[in-house]
């Protein structure tokens, strides 16, 4: 009977146990906005909604309203899926659109015609001519480098290609190609691509892992550039100091490995970079990018997979990875990034702006350091996904619009 007494209340203790660790399991829910004292942005329920977050904060965090006014000005309509907008010195916008052409849109909303000298692309799925960016001496060496998926024997992948753009600015000269990623795939998803031009004058590359589930554990393989993050010079050669340029069976010009598909990345005001990859059902995540470190995918990831079932062999936080920032669930579908430091919105700055293809909207969140304390959709009027957002030297946000018929919008200051 003693025997019998002890085991009823060690089973009662190991109960009372439980429900506080579900007590606690649902505290670090990771701290949702009611128990901060601030209301939650209205978002669909979770998909994953037994998956715990690892810290507070790091997803489902405050709505913050800006309470900014603002006039949307729409510069150009008729672009062919339009993938990313970068504004020039003079005002004037660079557009791609994803079936291999870019544009000069003007100042004054004036559509130039195709730019000759562009290669060609496999536009089929997701690929296509996808992001642009103008090099650091732009204002004299005139170059601009843009990324593509390019038909290859066998398949097709992402690479970087660079040229002049002439005086009339009507065509491309000394085309050449500086990157290209391998191996070569014959899929249709998950190319990346973001370019982006760090402090040190190296050039980043985001690259998805093509989607398709044979490939996905290339993500984690070094001698792989499926799922990574690659750092090259303006030449596309290799750093020395990159994290892996030494090792045997890795691939030089990689710099962070473990993602899926990023088509968002931007430096900060601090010189730090960040990303905004998609997840599957649930699982965008928003990662501060360090040398040689692993985020994760497809071993460690939130959400869920399209068909509902949880992702095959992954948890959400495993020893060697790291954490996202910032998740969502349901997602917002991310596409173009970034940090606002102009003059025309003060309100905004030490913000962060994401397209939302899924939210059709400007997600805009507010950040505190390294951590989000608060979260607006912006444009959600206009029903439209947001595929690129970039800063012009007027402190303007241009916004191009994932559509067949896309539009290139100037969002300015309400008078």
């Not at 649902?26 to 949702?32: F, G, K, Q, R």
């Not at 998740?327 to 700055?349: C, E, H, K, L, N």
């Amino acid at each position: 009977m003693a025997s019998s007494s002890r085991r009823t209340r060690y089973t009662i203790f190991a109960a009372g146990l439980a429900l506080i660790a579900t007590a606690l399991a649902s505290c670090a829910d990771a701290e949702m906005p009611a128990a901060k004292g601030c209301a939650p942005l209205a978002r669909p329920e979770p998909n994953a909604p037994d998956q715990r977050p690892a810290f507070a904060g790091q997803t489902r965090a405050c709505a913050d309203r800006s309470n900014v006014a603002f006039d949307v000005v729409v510069l150009a309509k008729g672009l062919e899926k339009p993938w990313a907008v970068e504004p020039l010195p003079n005002g004037d916008l660079l557009v791609t659109e994803k079936v291999g052409k870019m544009r000069i849109v003007t100042a004054k909303g004036d559509t130039g015609d195709a730019i000759a000298g562009v290669p060609a692309v496999d536009a089929r799925g997701q690929g296509g001519l996808l992001d642009v960016a103008l090099s650091p001496g732009f204002p004299t060496d005139n170059t601009v480098y843009w990324s593509y998926s390019e038909p290859r024997q066998g398949g097709n992948a992402t690479s970087v290609a660079r040229g002049v753009l002439s005086a009339d600015r009507a065509r491309l000269a000394d085309v050449r190609v500086i990157f290209r990623a391998l191996p070569v795939y014959d899929g249709d998803k998950h190319y990346g691509s973001r370019l982006a031009f760090g402090p040190d004058g190296m050039l980043y590359v985001t690259l998805g892992e093509r989607s398709d589930k044979p490939m996905r554990p290339q993500a984690q393989q070094l001698d792989s550039h499926m799922g990574k993050i690659v750092r090259i010079a303006p030449d596309g050669s290799v750093p020395p100091d990159n994290p892996f340029a030494n090792r045997k069976g890795a691939l030089p010009e990689i710099w962070s490995v473990g993602h899926r598909n990023i088509q968002a990345a931007a430096f900060d005001p601090q010189g730090r970079l960040w990303e905004v990859e998609h997840g599957t059902r649930g699982g965008d995540e928003l990662n501060l990018i360090e040398r040689g470190r692993n985020y994760g995918w497809p071993v460690v990831a939130y959400g869920v997979e399209y068909s509902g079932q949880s992702i095959r062999g992954a948890v959400t936080a495993r020893d060697g990875t790291e954490q996202p920032i910032y998740y969502w669930d349901p997602v917002i579908a991310p596409s173009g990034m970034q940090f606002y430091t102009g003059d025309a919105f003060p309100a905004w700055r030490d913000s962060v702006f994401i397209g939302g293809m899924k939210a059709t909207s400007l997600v805009r969140l507010k950040l505190d350091g390294t951590r989000v304390a608060g979260e607006e959709h912006l444009l959600t009027d206009r029903g439209q996904r947001i595929r690129d957002v970039r800063q012009g030297p007027d402190g303007a946000l241009y916004v191009v619009t994932d559509a067949a018929n896309g539009e290139l919008w100037k969002i300015v200051p309400r008078r």
